[in-house]
Protein backbone atom coordinates (compact mmCIF):
# COMPACT_ATOMS: atom_id res chain seq x y z
CA UNK A 1 0.00 0.00 0.00
CA UNK A 2 0.92 3.70 -0.58
CA UNK A 3 1.55 5.72 2.52
CA UNK A 4 -2.03 7.69 2.66
CA UNK A 5 -2.94 11.18 3.64
CA UNK A 6 -5.48 12.18 6.32
CA UNK A 7 -7.32 15.08 7.21
CA UNK A 8 -5.34 17.29 9.82
CA UNK A 9 -7.89 17.88 11.60
CA UNK A 10 -8.97 13.98 12.40
CA UNK A 11 -5.98 13.62 14.48
CA UNK A 12 -7.22 17.36 16.91
CA UNK A 13 -11.27 15.89 16.96
CA UNK A 14 -9.25 12.38 18.15
CA UNK A 15 -6.70 13.65 20.59
CA UNK A 16 -9.57 16.37 21.94
CA UNK A 17 -11.77 12.69 22.41
CA UNK A 18 -8.66 11.13 24.27
CA UNK A 19 -8.74 14.01 26.78
CA UNK A 20 -12.70 14.03 27.28
CA UNK A 21 -12.76 10.56 28.09
CA UNK A 22 -8.98 10.74 30.22
CA UNK A 23 -10.73 13.63 32.40
CA UNK A 24 -14.18 11.52 32.90
CA UNK A 25 -11.97 8.36 33.65
CA UNK A 26 -9.55 10.81 35.94
CA UNK A 27 -12.69 12.28 38.00
CA UNK A 28 -14.27 8.83 38.54
CA UNK A 29 -10.64 7.63 40.62
CA UNK A 30 -10.76 10.88 42.66
CA UNK A 31 -14.09 10.15 43.45
CA UNK A 32 -13.88 6.84 44.40
CA UNK A 33 -10.64 7.97 47.03
CA UNK A 34 -12.49 11.14 48.26
CA UNK A 35 -15.38 8.45 49.10
CA UNK A 36 -12.69 5.81 50.64
CA UNK A 37 -11.13 8.80 52.55
CA UNK A 38 -14.69 10.51 53.70
CA UNK A 39 -15.42 7.22 56.32
CA UNK A 40 -17.20 7.80 59.54
CA UNK A 41 -20.57 8.66 60.85
CA UNK A 42 -21.04 11.90 58.60
CA UNK A 43 -19.88 9.31 55.05
CA UNK A 44 -23.31 9.31 53.77
CA UNK A 45 -24.15 13.06 53.43
CA UNK A 46 -20.28 13.89 52.14
CA UNK A 47 -20.41 11.35 49.63
CA UNK A 48 -24.48 12.69 48.38
CA UNK A 49 -22.73 15.87 47.83
CA UNK A 50 -19.75 14.94 46.40
CA UNK A 51 -21.88 12.64 44.46
CA UNK A 52 -23.25 15.80 42.93
CA UNK A 53 -20.31 17.66 42.32
CA UNK A 54 -18.47 14.61 40.44
CA UNK A 55 -21.21 14.24 38.36
CA UNK A 56 -21.49 17.61 37.55
CA UNK A 57 -17.78 17.89 36.47
CA UNK A 58 -18.31 14.90 34.09
CA UNK A 59 -21.34 15.88 32.65
CA UNK A 60 -19.62 19.59 31.86
CA UNK A 61 -17.15 18.19 30.45
CA UNK A 62 -18.99 15.98 27.91
CA UNK A 63 -20.74 18.65 27.07
CA UNK A 64 -17.44 20.81 26.32
CA UNK A 65 -16.18 17.86 24.54
CA UNK A 66 -19.63 17.41 22.09
CA UNK A 67 -18.86 20.94 21.34
CA UNK A 68 -15.41 20.79 20.59
CA UNK A 69 -15.83 18.04 18.24
CA UNK A 70 -18.56 19.61 16.65
CA UNK A 71 -16.02 22.55 15.86
CA UNK A 72 -13.47 20.75 14.81
CA UNK A 73 -15.18 19.00 12.31
CA UNK A 74 -16.20 22.36 10.81
CA UNK A 75 -12.61 23.13 10.41
CA UNK A 76 -11.72 19.86 9.27
CA UNK A 77 -11.93 20.83 5.67
CA UNK A 78 -10.13 24.47 6.17
CA UNK A 79 -6.99 22.34 7.56
CA UNK A 80 -5.97 20.00 4.33
CA UNK A 81 -4.91 16.78 4.59
CA UNK A 82 -1.02 15.55 5.15
CA UNK A 83 1.17 12.58 5.39
CA UNK A 84 1.90 11.24 8.61
CA UNK A 85 5.46 11.51 9.62
CA UNK A 86 7.52 9.45 11.25
CA UNK A 87 7.92 11.63 14.32
CA UNK A 88 3.88 11.58 14.93
CA UNK A 89 3.37 7.83 13.44
CA UNK A 90 6.23 6.93 16.16
CA UNK A 91 3.95 9.12 19.22
CA UNK A 92 0.69 7.52 17.88
CA UNK A 93 2.18 4.04 17.82
CA UNK A 94 3.34 4.11 21.39
CA UNK A 95 -0.22 5.84 22.44
CA UNK A 96 -1.74 2.64 20.72
CA UNK A 97 0.48 0.07 22.43
CA UNK A 98 -0.43 1.71 25.63
CA UNK A 99 -4.52 2.26 24.88
CA UNK A 100 -5.00 0.62 21.65
CA UNK A 101 -7.84 -1.73 22.22
CA UNK A 102 -9.65 1.41 24.06
CA UNK A 103 -9.03 3.62 21.47
CA UNK A 104 -10.26 0.38 19.16
CA UNK A 105 -13.46 0.15 21.25
CA UNK A 106 -14.32 3.81 21.07
CA UNK A 107 -13.98 3.71 17.65
CA UNK A 108 -10.93 7.08 17.94
CA UNK A 109 -9.80 7.97 14.91
CA UNK A 110 -6.15 7.31 16.38
CA UNK A 111 -6.79 3.57 16.42
CA UNK A 112 -3.61 2.25 13.70
CA UNK A 113 -5.51 0.04 11.06
CA UNK A 114 -3.51 -3.13 10.17
CA UNK A 115 -1.73 -2.08 7.10
CA UNK A 116 0.92 -3.72 4.51
CA UNK A 117 3.07 -1.40 3.47
CA UNK A 118 5.82 -2.03 0.31
CA UNK A 119 8.92 0.51 -0.32
CA UNK A 120 7.97 2.80 -3.04
CA UNK A 121 10.03 1.41 -6.46
CA UNK A 122 10.77 -1.98 -4.85
CA UNK A 123 10.82 -4.99 -7.33
CA UNK A 124 8.16 -7.52 -6.31
CA UNK A 125 10.34 -10.97 -6.98
CA UNK A 126 9.36 -14.66 -5.71
CA UNK A 127 10.21 -14.63 -2.49
CA UNK A 128 8.26 -12.72 0.00
CA UNK A 129 9.62 -11.26 3.37
CA UNK A 130 7.06 -9.93 5.81
CA UNK A 131 8.36 -7.77 9.04
CA UNK A 132 6.17 -7.73 12.21
CA UNK A 133 7.29 -5.10 14.50
CA UNK A 134 6.80 -4.83 18.56
CA UNK A 135 4.91 -3.03 21.05
CA UNK A 136 4.56 0.53 20.58
CA UNK A 137 6.41 0.15 17.47
CA UNK A 138 5.56 0.80 13.53
CA UNK A 139 6.77 -0.11 10.04
CA UNK A 140 8.85 2.85 10.09
CA UNK A 141 10.82 1.46 12.82
CA UNK A 142 12.48 -0.91 11.17
CA UNK A 143 14.96 1.50 10.20
CA UNK A 144 17.66 1.69 12.97
CA UNK A 145 21.07 3.68 12.70
CA UNK A 146 20.59 3.94 9.15
CA UNK A 147 20.05 -0.59 8.97
CA UNK A 148 16.98 -1.93 8.34
CA UNK A 149 16.73 -5.82 8.09
CA UNK A 150 14.23 -6.13 5.39
CA UNK A 151 15.81 -3.50 2.96
CA UNK A 152 19.62 -5.52 4.01
CA UNK A 153 17.92 -8.89 2.99
CA UNK A 154 16.51 -7.62 -0.55
CA UNK A 155 19.93 -6.17 -0.86
CA UNK A 156 22.02 -9.19 -0.31
CA UNK A 157 19.61 -12.07 -1.07
CA UNK A 158 16.57 -11.11 -3.19
CA UNK A 159 13.72 -10.85 -0.64
CA UNK A 160 11.08 -8.54 -1.17
CA UNK A 161 10.20 -6.58 2.02
CA UNK A 162 6.76 -6.09 3.00
CA UNK A 163 6.11 -3.77 6.21
CA UNK A 164 3.24 -4.79 8.88
CA UNK A 165 1.48 -1.48 10.67
CA UNK A 166 -1.05 -2.83 13.43
CA UNK A 167 -2.56 -1.44 16.84
CA UNK A 168 -0.22 -3.55 19.28
CA UNK A 169 -2.65 -2.52 22.05
CA UNK A 170 -5.18 -5.24 20.88
CA UNK A 171 -4.73 -9.08 22.01
CA UNK A 172 -2.44 -10.82 20.12
CA UNK A 173 -4.35 -13.23 19.14
CA UNK A 174 -6.80 -10.39 17.29
CA UNK A 175 -3.53 -9.65 15.16
CA UNK A 176 -3.16 -13.02 14.63
CA UNK A 177 -6.23 -13.52 12.88
CA UNK A 178 -5.96 -10.04 11.09
CA UNK A 179 -2.62 -10.81 10.01
CA UNK A 180 -3.50 -14.18 8.95
CA UNK A 181 -6.28 -12.55 6.49
CA UNK A 182 -4.17 -9.49 5.06
CA UNK A 183 -1.23 -11.97 4.29
CA UNK A 184 -3.88 -13.75 2.30
CA UNK A 185 -4.94 -11.15 0.45
CA UNK A 186 -1.23 -9.98 0.00
CA UNK A 187 -0.65 -13.68 -1.38
CA UNK A 188 -3.40 -13.47 -3.74
CA UNK A 189 -2.57 -9.86 -5.05
CA UNK A 190 1.19 -10.49 -5.43
CA UNK A 191 1.90 -9.98 -8.67
CA UNK A 192 4.85 -11.90 -9.51
CA UNK A 193 4.56 -16.51 -8.89
CA UNK A 194 5.51 -16.39 -5.58
CA UNK A 195 8.27 -18.97 -4.55
CA UNK A 196 8.66 -18.27 -0.57
CA UNK A 197 7.60 -16.55 1.96
CA UNK A 198 9.40 -15.75 5.22
CA UNK A 199 8.28 -13.80 8.18
CA UNK A 200 10.53 -11.76 10.98
CA UNK A 201 9.10 -10.82 14.19
CA UNK A 202 10.62 -8.47 16.42
CA UNK A 203 9.58 -8.48 20.23
CA UNK A 204 5.70 -9.00 20.44
CA UNK A 205 5.71 -8.91 16.33
CA UNK A 206 7.04 -12.78 16.74
CA UNK A 207 3.71 -13.74 19.35
CA UNK A 208 1.85 -12.09 16.61
CA UNK A 209 3.71 -14.47 14.02
CA UNK A 210 3.19 -17.44 15.51
CA UNK A 211 -0.94 -16.60 15.99
CA UNK A 212 -1.29 -15.62 12.66
CA UNK A 213 0.48 -18.87 11.81
CA UNK A 214 -2.25 -21.21 14.19
CA UNK A 215 -5.12 -18.97 12.21
CA UNK A 216 -4.32 -19.64 8.84
CA UNK A 217 -4.00 -23.57 9.43
CA UNK A 218 -7.28 -23.24 11.12
CA UNK A 219 -8.55 -21.56 7.63
CA UNK A 220 -6.78 -23.42 5.32
CA UNK A 221 -4.96 -20.32 4.14
CA UNK A 222 -2.88 -20.44 0.82
CA UNK A 223 -0.07 -18.74 2.11
CA UNK A 224 0.24 -21.12 4.61
CA UNK A 225 1.93 -23.24 2.52
CA UNK A 226 4.21 -20.82 0.85
CA UNK A 227 5.80 -20.00 4.39
CA UNK A 228 8.88 -21.17 4.36
CA UNK A 229 10.64 -19.33 7.42
CA UNK A 230 9.86 -17.81 10.60
CA UNK A 231 12.33 -15.67 12.63
CA UNK A 232 11.77 -14.37 16.13
CA UNK A 233 13.77 -11.25 17.41
CA UNK A 234 13.55 -11.01 21.29
CA UNK A 235 10.15 -12.52 21.40
CA UNK A 236 9.08 -12.88 24.74
CA UNK A 237 7.17 -16.36 23.78
CA UNK A 238 6.76 -16.92 27.75
CA UNK A 239 6.59 -13.31 29.04
CA UNK A 240 8.18 -10.64 29.82
CA UNK A 241 8.83 -9.84 33.93
CA UNK A 242 7.96 -6.26 33.48
CA UNK A 243 4.52 -7.35 32.64
CA UNK A 244 4.39 -9.55 35.70
CA UNK A 245 5.46 -6.98 38.25
CA UNK A 246 2.80 -4.58 36.81
CA UNK A 247 0.32 -7.57 37.82
CA UNK A 248 1.52 -7.11 41.86
CA UNK A 249 1.60 -3.41 41.59
CA UNK A 250 -2.24 -4.13 41.15
CA UNK A 251 -2.39 -6.60 43.47
CA UNK A 252 -0.75 -4.31 46.22
CA UNK A 253 -2.71 -0.97 45.10
CA UNK A 254 -6.01 -3.50 45.73
CA UNK A 255 -5.28 -4.27 49.72
CA UNK A 256 -6.07 -1.06 51.17
CA UNK A 257 -9.46 0.89 50.38
CA UNK A 258 -7.46 3.99 50.16
CA UNK A 259 -5.20 2.93 47.11
CA UNK A 260 -7.80 0.50 45.44
CA UNK A 261 -8.65 3.56 43.06
CA UNK A 262 -5.19 4.01 42.10
CA UNK A 263 -5.24 0.11 40.97
CA UNK A 264 -7.51 1.44 37.74
CA UNK A 265 -5.08 3.55 36.48
CA UNK A 266 -2.51 0.90 36.25
CA UNK A 267 -4.97 -1.22 34.47
CA UNK A 268 -5.81 1.42 31.63
CA UNK A 269 -3.10 -0.63 30.38
CA UNK A 270 -3.83 -2.10 26.51
CA UNK A 271 -4.98 -6.29 26.30
CA UNK A 272 -1.71 -6.38 24.03
CA UNK A 273 0.42 -5.13 27.19
CA UNK A 274 -1.04 -7.82 29.20
CA UNK A 275 -0.50 -10.51 26.53
CA UNK A 276 2.82 -10.57 27.70
CA UNK A 277 2.41 -11.17 31.13
CA UNK A 278 3.14 -15.27 29.78
CA UNK A 279 3.39 -14.97 26.04
CA UNK A 280 -0.56 -15.11 25.36
CA UNK A 281 -1.63 -15.68 21.45
CA UNK A 282 -4.50 -17.69 21.53
CA UNK A 283 -7.98 -16.28 22.39
CA UNK A 284 -8.44 -19.22 24.54
CA UNK A 285 -5.22 -17.47 26.68
CA UNK A 286 -7.16 -14.73 27.35
CA UNK A 287 -10.95 -14.90 26.65
CA UNK A 288 -13.20 -15.36 29.80
CA UNK A 289 -10.60 -14.35 32.70
CA UNK A 290 -10.06 -11.34 34.44
CA UNK A 291 -6.62 -10.09 32.68
CA UNK A 292 -5.63 -7.83 35.66
CA UNK A 293 -5.83 -11.02 38.32
CA UNK A 294 -2.96 -12.71 40.19
CA UNK A 295 -2.51 -16.10 38.28
CA UNK A 296 -0.26 -19.02 37.17
CA UNK A 297 0.59 -19.94 33.82
CA UNK A 298 -2.24 -21.97 32.40
CA UNK A 299 -1.40 -21.32 28.72
CA UNK A 300 -2.54 -24.06 26.10
CA UNK A 301 0.56 -25.18 24.42
CA UNK A 302 1.23 -23.55 21.00
CA UNK A 303 4.11 -25.57 19.07
CA UNK A 304 6.23 -23.74 16.30
CA UNK A 305 3.96 -24.37 13.00
CA UNK A 306 5.35 -27.58 11.26
CA UNK A 307 7.12 -27.91 8.43
CA UNK A 308 8.45 -24.49 8.66
CA UNK A 309 12.07 -23.26 9.51
CA UNK A 310 11.94 -21.34 12.89
CA UNK A 311 14.55 -19.45 13.97
CA UNK A 312 15.32 -17.25 17.74
CA UNK A 313 17.32 -14.57 18.60
CA UNK A 314 17.80 -13.28 21.85
CA UNK A 315 20.04 -10.32 23.27
CA UNK A 316 21.49 -10.47 26.47
CA UNK A 317 23.50 -7.71 28.51
CA UNK A 318 25.84 -10.23 29.40
CA UNK A 319 29.45 -9.42 27.38
CA UNK A 320 29.99 -13.25 26.40
CA UNK A 321 28.65 -16.60 27.30
CA UNK A 322 30.90 -17.72 30.70
CA UNK A 323 28.59 -14.87 32.48
CA UNK A 324 25.18 -15.62 34.02
CA UNK A 325 22.80 -14.19 30.60
CA UNK A 326 21.24 -11.30 31.97
CA UNK A 327 17.63 -9.94 30.23
CA UNK A 328 17.95 -7.72 27.21
CA UNK A 329 16.30 -5.10 30.02
CA UNK A 330 12.80 -6.46 28.95
CA UNK A 331 12.84 -9.76 27.93
CA UNK A 332 14.87 -12.43 29.62
CA UNK A 333 17.47 -15.03 27.40
CA UNK A 334 15.45 -18.06 27.90
CA UNK A 335 12.03 -16.81 26.81
CA UNK A 336 13.33 -15.83 23.48
CA UNK A 337 14.75 -18.67 22.69
CA UNK A 338 11.42 -20.95 24.19
CA UNK A 339 12.82 -22.56 26.73
CA UNK A 340 10.49 -23.27 29.76
CA UNK A 341 10.46 -25.55 32.63
CA UNK A 342 7.38 -27.05 31.66
CA UNK A 343 7.73 -29.52 28.82
CA UNK A 344 4.42 -28.75 27.09
CA UNK A 345 5.29 -25.19 26.57
CA UNK A 346 8.82 -25.87 25.53
CA UNK A 347 8.91 -24.08 21.70
CA UNK A 348 11.14 -26.72 19.66
CA UNK A 349 13.70 -24.05 18.05
CA UNK A 350 16.70 -26.70 16.91
CA UNK A 351 20.24 -26.01 18.76
CA UNK A 352 21.31 -24.46 15.51
CA UNK A 353 18.47 -22.21 14.92
CA UNK A 354 19.41 -20.56 18.07
CA UNK A 355 21.18 -17.14 18.26
CA UNK A 356 22.22 -14.79 21.24
CA UNK A 357 23.86 -11.79 20.86
CA UNK A 358 25.77 -10.55 23.75
CA UNK A 359 26.19 -6.98 25.24
CA UNK A 360 22.98 -5.93 23.76
CA UNK A 361 19.91 -4.57 24.71
CA UNK A 362 16.25 -5.52 23.30
CA UNK A 363 16.15 -2.41 20.46
CA UNK A 364 19.69 -3.45 19.46
CA UNK A 365 18.15 -6.65 17.58
CA UNK A 366 17.06 -4.18 15.12
CA UNK A 367 20.82 -3.08 14.10
CA UNK A 368 23.40 -4.77 15.30
CA UNK A 369 25.64 -6.48 12.69
CA UNK A 370 25.91 -9.85 14.97
CA UNK A 371 21.79 -9.88 15.06
CA UNK A 372 21.66 -9.47 11.47
CA UNK A 373 24.57 -11.77 10.33
CA UNK A 374 22.32 -15.43 11.22
CA UNK A 375 18.92 -13.59 9.58
CA UNK A 376 21.21 -13.55 6.57
CA UNK A 377 22.71 -16.72 7.20
CA UNK A 378 19.32 -18.68 7.80
CA UNK A 379 17.45 -16.88 4.81
CA UNK A 380 19.99 -17.37 2.04
Known sequence: MKRKTRPAGDDLRAVSRLLVDATVGTTGVVEQMHHAIAAGPFAWPVR???GLVYS????VTRTVGLALDQALAQLTPAL????PGPERLAAIAALNGVIGDRLAE??????LPMELHRPAGAAATGRLLVLVHGSSMNDLQWLRHRHDHGAA??????WSPVYLRYNSG?????NGRQLAAV????????????AELALIGFSMGGLVARSACHFAELEGASWRKKLGALVCLGTPHHGAPLERGGSWADALLGISRYSAPLAKLGQLRSAGVTDLRFGYVLDEHWKGKDRFALGADERAPLPLPYGVRCYAVAATQSAGPGERLRSDGLV???????????????????????????????????????AYAPLRRWLA
Open 183 to 194: LEECVQAWPVPL
Open 170 to 174: LHVSE
Open 106 to 111: TGNALA
Open 332 to 370: PVPSALGHSDSPALRLAFPEEHQHVVYGAMHLDLLDRPE
Open 56 to 59: SIRG
Open 80 to 83: GEAA
Open 48 to 50: KVS
Open 153 to 158: LQRDLG
